[in-house]
């Protein structure tokens, strides 16, 4: 199984949330390089980067993309904020391999099929999800949307990745509820990445059992910088 470290960006700095609430964010670091090259000299093959100015509409974090992506041979994808073809081209010109595309086909769809018809190949489909319901902006909007139907619409599109986002877990090192995960895996046919409320490796190995199910990863954030993970454990970025 994949396990893929997270950084978040907020002013150029290394940050975390709780439940994706702005004003609950906590810095870790002035230099997201240097976390993206520990990442790499450990043997991770993927880092997950979100650019929350990007995602709440106050600016971007672009420049320090575009200097870890230089900088360091680490396959990155990148989410937050992608809301028209140019910023999605500027990103993986870069030198970004994936971008998470979230928001889009709720708020345009016309550009998301821009994006789709260029960079398919580029695309990871970010759901964030609670009460089993698509929510989009940052979270801030509720749609009515099912997760498991809209998975299943962006296979049928050609789209073979998601990141899921368990909203009630995000940020609060509690734990993560495996089978929420394993049945979306199931359900949509889909490649599944879990993200929210991964505290510890027992954590990563409870998701790795429903490996076969279509939960090919996990992506790890708030354990990292709370020191509750020990990356030491994760030998390759693989488990």
């Not at 695309?123 to 498991?148: A, L, M, P, R």
């Not at 939960?215 to 790890?220: E, H, K, P, S, V």
């Not at 708030?222 to 990356?231: H, Q, R, S, V, W």
């Amino acid at each position: 199984m994949l396990v893929v470290p997270a950084i978040d960006l907020i002013d150029s700095k290394v940050v975390r949330l709780t439940k994706g609430k702005a004003e609950s964010a906590k810095e870790y670091s002035q230099n997201p390089l240097e976390f993206a090259l520990y990442f790499e000299s450990l043997g991770f093959k993927r880092i997950h980067i979100v650019d929350l100015d990007a995602a709440f509409n106050r600016g971007n974090n672009l420049d320090i993309i575009y200097k870890i992506a230089k900088n360091s041979n680490i396959e990155l994808e990148v989410g937050g904020g992608i809301r028209n073809f140019d910023i999605a081209q500027k990103i993986i010109d870069s030198g970004v391999k994936r971008i998470v595309i979230g928001s889009l086909p709720f708020k345009n769809k016309a550009e998301f099929e821009k994006i789709l018809k260029s960079f398919l190949k580029y695309i990871v489909i970010g759901v964030d999800i609670e009460n089993n319901k698509v929510k989009i902006s940052g979270w801030e909007e509720e749609t009515q949307v099912d997760c498991v139907d809209f998975l299943k619409q962006a296979l049928d599109l050609g789209i073979s990745e998601a990141i899921v986002t368990d909203i009630s877990k995000d940020g609060m090192l509690s734990g993560i509820d495996e089978n929420f995960y394993a049945q979306i895996a199931k359900k949509s046919s889909m490649d599944i990445i879990a993200s929210g409320g991964i505290k510890n490796i027992d954590d990563l190995m409870r998701l790795k059992k429903h490996e076969k199910d279509g939960l090919i990863g996990a992506i790890i954030g708030k354990a990292i910088y709370e020191g509750t993970i020990d990356l030491s454990q994760i030998h390759g970025g693989q488990l």
